[in-house]
Each structure stands twice: as C-alpha cells, then as structure tokens.
C-alpha cells in the first residue's frame, strides 16, 4: 500500500496535469496516426509494409525491456521471434488451434525459450552474455533447419489459413489487408502500452536499477538474476506474439542463415532503439518505423536518379549520421528539443524580450546541437525524464 | 545482552592470503559499533563476507539466532542488514529522487517492525536532498553522494546499517553533519556498524570499537578504553611509540 501510494505521488510529480496536455497531447494524435494508414496509403504493397513497421514494433518493444531498461545485450531476440513464430505455425497446420490459443501460446513459448538460455547466459555478464544468447540462436536457428520431422527443415513452412474472424470481420492478408493490419497494429499498442506500464511499476525501477549499477542493486536488496530472467522472459513473450502476426502475414518461414529469424538479425531490432532513443518510451516504435519506411522515402525521393542499391546506401549513411549526431535517437532529441524550446520561449518571455525575437532564440536553441552552443544548467535539468 | 548479528570464527584468504583471520565479533541491537584499523587490515573484506558480497573461507554469521553465511547479497539486505559503499555509488542517469524511488522497498520482509520511512520523500527530507532531488545522481556534489548513497541503503529498510568510511572525502564541517546523520539514524531504531579512519568522528559516535589489524581482532570495547590499549597504538604509531607511551 505504501508503495503504491509513494508511486502514485511520483507520478503526479513527475507528469502534472498541464505537462501531460502540452506534450503529450500532440503525441497522442501522432500516435493515433497510424490508424488510417489504409486510407492514407494508395497501394497495398506500402500496406503491407506498415504491417511489417507494426511487428516490428513489437518485437523492438519487447527488446526494449531487455536492452534499454535492464541493460542486458540480447542477440537472441530474433531466435526467439521465430520460436514464436513456428510454434503458432506447427499448432496451427497441426492441430488447427485457433488464433486466440496461438497468440499466447506463442508468446509464452518464446518466454519460455527466453528462460531457458537466459538460465546459463545471466550466470555471465557484458559481452559474454551477448554472445551466449548469440550462439542459443544460432543453435535454435540450426535445429530448426535440420529437424526435418519436426520443422520441415530448410524448406520451412508454409501456412495457408488466415486468422480467424471475428464475427463478420475477416482478417485474411489478401482481401482483408486493411482488417489484418488493424489487428497487428492493435497489439502494437498493447506493446506500447505494456512497456510503459512495466516502466512505471517497481518491476521496472527495479530494471533500470540493475542496468544503472548492479552492485548496488544487490546491496539494496535486488535480486538481480532473477530479474534479468523477468525482463528476458518479457522480451521473449512479445517477440513470440510479434512471430504469429509474422507466420500470418507472410504464410511461409524459413530457417536460412539469411531468414529474419537469424541471429544477426536482431542488429536491426537493436539499431532501431539506438535510433529512435534506448532512453525513451516510443524509441522503438519511432525507430521500427524509420528502419522500414526510411528506404522507401529515400527511393521514392532519389529514385529517378539512382537503383534502388544507391539509394540503399544513402539511407545506411544517413543512419550512421542520425546515431552519431542524436545519441539519444530521435525521440530522446525531440524530446530535449522540445524542452529547450518551452523553456528558452517562457524566460525570454519574463524577461521581456519581443515574442518574435523568444521565438527564433528558443527555436535555435532547440535546433542547434549543445554542443555548439554555451552550455545552460536550467535547461539541461529539465531535458531529464 | 543478546546479540543481533554475530560472527564466529570467521576467516577469508584470498589464493593463500589471509585477509581475515578467525574474528569473532558480536554485534548489540541498538549500538552505534565502530571499525577500524590500518588500511589492508581486512575491514571490507570483513563487511563484503557479513553482506553476501563474497564468501567466507571458515566461519559462521548469524543474523537474529538464523544463520545468514554465504547467502546472496540481496537475500541478506532483505532480511535487514544493509551495507553502504567507499566508492560514490549511485544510480547515475537517475535524478535523486529516482535513485530513492528505485532502491525504496516498501516494507521489511519480517514484518514485526514495519517501515521506517512512509515514502521516499520523507527519507530525502531526512537526509536533506530534497532540494537537489531534481538533479542527476551524477551530477551531485560529492557530499551529497555519499548522504544519498546512505539514503539508498535506508530506502531498503535496514534493521542494521553497515556503513563503509562514510566520511572519507568528505570536509569538516561535512563530517560533522554525517556524525549527526549516524545518530539520527540510530534514533529509527536502526543498529549501526561504521568503519571509520577519522578518529575523532569514531571517539564521538561509537559506543564501541573493534580494532582489526592483518584480518585479526586484537582489540574491542570502549573507545577510550580502546584508544589507550598499547597494542592499538602499535599498530597505529610503530612498536617505539607504545613502549613508550606505557612507560608514562
């Protein structure tokens, strides 16, 4: 009850009422943004791809927990995607489960798997836990490739039947694109929503606390093994879900050393936090987004003049730019910026400054790097979440 | 007089080298016990044994009559014996406030007695952070570290407090203040052990002193009892100083 109650006097202090409708409500019509995406987008190919942008979101959210508030470096992450996604697949060819059964069933098998390699991988710590859950997912990659019995092997498997509907609403991936994209995109959400709830209970302070300082989250009384397995197993659980809405939207998966489930693949998951901001809440959705619309922007702007390869290699070094440039990716900078610029804006104002002169002096102080301009003590505090 | 935490016999070598050599050391409920000894005289060796941080060779720890030896170090913080560090230790990319958030866990495992602190603020307000609460932990004047490094440890709710050189860094007037900290915080009703090298602060606080040269015990009782024991000034101020100073 204290604890409660001590949590819900932080959170008023940390989020007062005015904050949560300067900020937050512009994010939350961006945030609903994505709804109309089929009514936005004139083909079904860029559909198709916001459908991928939405499972990414989840495998990257639930990565988020493990990499961003634990601190730990899963290669796994993509193993444990695939997990996911060939157990829905097997019980569905198989048994005929419906979707419903698969979803969880998925996500707890993944969870599962998360257990299992974090059981040996946390006794380690830094790089040779990276590398432990590396080589687990090269192992889970290669069993599924020469299990034929089981798995079919490198062929891989093909499913046929859509989701099942709901009522009238039907969600197969080729007449009913739009529907099947709005189911993803729902859990999506509830992605966003559950790291955002984790982030706000103990069970993420308690994260953050072994990602700040280990020794010390011992010294108070974590147990930080047992934690680390919690947020690995919760990393497991929403990359296993994010493999059912894969295994349906793709109806074929493969083990290849080149497949999405393979262990390198998870350097996509991991850049696209590092993109959008490891420090903040909708650093991977904003990241999952970019990584997967990014090309396309660049080629739909450059194509006429370059092959798409070219145009490849643009967006690569624009990302290479982005994390040198924006360490704390592009939420954590528009985040800054935005505080700089409320702030810049409300003293120049107290100071008396004309509204148009505030308004230039607070947008180049949110614009221009820090480190080109003097440092300023008020303004930093306040970038801080 | 029973006691709250006891260690018997307990003994740590390092790959042939004894750190700690068979101490026995018994610890009231209610005291304010102080450490010292020369520097490599095994006091955190002794502390990192008592917390779970590192394994005992020989020897048993007690806490409340149960034994706690070779425990994990998080299980023995929950039971009520908590350890604060020399090093500044504090979560960095957290402001002070969030630092207390994240170590606060709520009630004591136990139960009979309850927390100390209703909530977090109430501990920054002991420790008189809250002004700075706003402020990254990293960027916190060093004095201000170690009190909040104290206040991490109160956040877990100790039933004793095992303080390593809190005044170490630390300037006069700094060390004066922790001094009134040490006795506020023994007011809670929390037991209190503090390896200390300044000696005025320890002959202020401690009730009781133990004295560790090379892993052994070779004194322990009252302070000025202590102070004048010729083995203790040996082996602060070399084997010529004491004969002398008995000579007088």
């Known amino acids: 009850m204290v604890t409660a109650t001590g949590s819900l006097q932080s959170f008023t202090r940390q989020y007062p009422l005015s904050d949560l409708l300067s900020i937050r409500l512009p994010l939350a019509v961006l945030l609903i943004l994505p709804v109309f995406a089929p009514a936005i987008f004139p083909t079904s190919r860029l559909l198709s791809l916001a459908v991928t942008a939405a499972i990414y979101v989840i495998v990257a959210n639930g990565l988020h927990v493990v990499f961003s508030y634990a601190g730990q470096l899963s290669l796994a992450q993509t193993a444990l995607w695939g997990l996911g996604a060939y157990t829905s697949a097997l019980l569905l060819n198989h048994f005929g489960l419906p979707t419903l059964v698969l979803i969880p069933a998925a996500g707890l098998m993944a969870a599962l798997g998360a257990v299992l390699i974090g059981i040996p991988a946390f006794r380690t710590a830094g790089f040779s836990f990276a590398i432990i859950t590396f080589a687990f997912a090269e192992i889970m990659r290669l069993i599924a490739n020469n299990w034929d019995e089981l798995t079919n092997g490198s062929i891989g498997i093909t ?41 706000q209970s103990s069970l993420g302070k308690n994260f953050i606390a072994i990602r700040e300082n280990e020794t010390l989250a011992k010294s108070i009384g974590i147990n930080v093994y047992v934690y680390k397995l919690i947020a690995f197993a919760i990393s497991g659980f929403f990359a296993g879900v994010a493999g059912v809405f894969f295994m349906y939207h793709q109806k074929h998966i493969e083990p290849g050393p080149l497949s999405p ?15 959008g901001g490891r420090r903040s809440m909708l650093g991977p959705t904003i990241g999952a987004i970019v990584v997967v ?20 290699m643009i967006f690569g070094g624009l990302l290479a730019l982005s994390v040198l440039t924006a360490p704390n990716g592009i939420a954590g900078q528009t985040r800054d910026g935005y505080n700089t610029f409320v702030a810049t804006l409300r003293s120049s104002r107290e100071r008396g400054h004309h509204p148009v002169f505030s308004f230039l002096l607070a947008f180049s102080r949110a614009t221009i790097p820090s480190r080109f301009r003097p440092r300023d003590e008020s303004l930093d505090k306040e970038a801080q979440l | 007089m029973t006691g709250l935490l006891s260690v018997e016999g307990l003994s740590k070598s390092f790959s042939g080298v004894h750190a700690i050599e068979e101490v026995d050391i018994t610890v009231h409920q209610g005291e304010i016990l102080g450490l010292v000894g020369p520097n490599g005289s095994g006091k955190t060796t002794l502390f990192n044994c008592i917390t779970g941080f590192m394994e005992p060779t020989r020897g048993r720890i007690f806490w409340r009559g149960a034994e706690i030896t070779g425990h994990a170090p998080d299980q023995i913080a929950r039971q009520g014996v908590v350890r604060t560090f020399q090093q500044k230790m504090v979560f960095p990319n957290a402001s002070v406030g969030e630092n207390v958030e994240m170590a606060w866990q709520g009630e004591c495992d136990d139960g009979d007695d309850g927390a100390t602190f209703k909530t977090c603020v109430d501990i920054l307000d002991f420790l008189g952070l809250a002004q700075v609460q706003e402020r990254l932990a990293s960027d916190i004047p060093f004095g201000h570290a170690r009190k909040l490094g104290m206040g991490l440890a109160l956040a877990a709710n100790p039933r004793l407090l095992l303080l390593d050189e ?10 004066r203040e922790l001094g009134e900290l040490i006795v506020r915080v023994r007011g809670l009703g929390i037991t209190v052990w503090v390896i200390e090298h300044d000696m005025p602060l320890v002959m202020s606080l401690c009730e009781r002193l133990i004295v560790l040269h090379a892993g052994r015990k070779i004194a322990e009782g009252e302070p000025t009892v202590v102070a004048r024991d010729p083995r203790v000034i040996s082996v602060y101020l070399g084997e010529k100083f004491a004969r002398s100073s008995a000579a007088h």
């Open chain 2, 166 to 175: 809190p005044a170490a860094g630390l300037d006069q007037e700094e060390t």
């Open chain 1, 261 to 275: 489930f393979a262990a390198f693949a998870t350097i996509q998951f991991l850049l696209m936090i590092l993109i």
């Open chain 1, 293 to 312: 619309f990014g090309p396309e922007l660049v080629n739909a702007l450059l194509g006429d003049w370059l092959t798409f390869n070219r145009s490849q």
């Open chain 1, 159 to 199: 499913v046929l039947d859509p989701p099942d509907a709901f009522g009238p609403v039907q969600f197969g991936t080729f007449e009913h694109l739009p529907n099947f994209y709005h189911l993803t995109l729902a859990f999506s959400y509830l992605s966003l929503i559950g790291i955002f709830l984790i982030r």
